[in-house]
């Protein structure tokens, strides 16, 4: 379930990249658009890491190291 949760994740954030890269869009918007969404993708990694951690760990984290 793991591995799929991860290939869904990257697969979305390419996706979502992807079509950023592809809109018309002026060069500046686009690297503004493509930073956001980066950024974004890095909460939500670390949100997802926090939540899978801390079910396998019940919130102590040097079980999961």
Known sequence: M????????????LGF???LLFAPSKGDETRKKVQDAIDKG????????SEIGG???KG???CCK
């Not at 793991?2 to 954030?13: A, E, P, S």
């Open 2 to 13: 793991g591995r799929f949760l991860k290939t869904l994740t990257v697969g979305g954030i």
């Open 17 to 19: 990249v992807a079509g």
């Open 42 to 49: 890095k909460s939500k990694l670390d949100e997802l890491k």
């Open 55 to 57: 079910s396998c760990c």
């Open 60 to 62: 102590d984290d040097s």
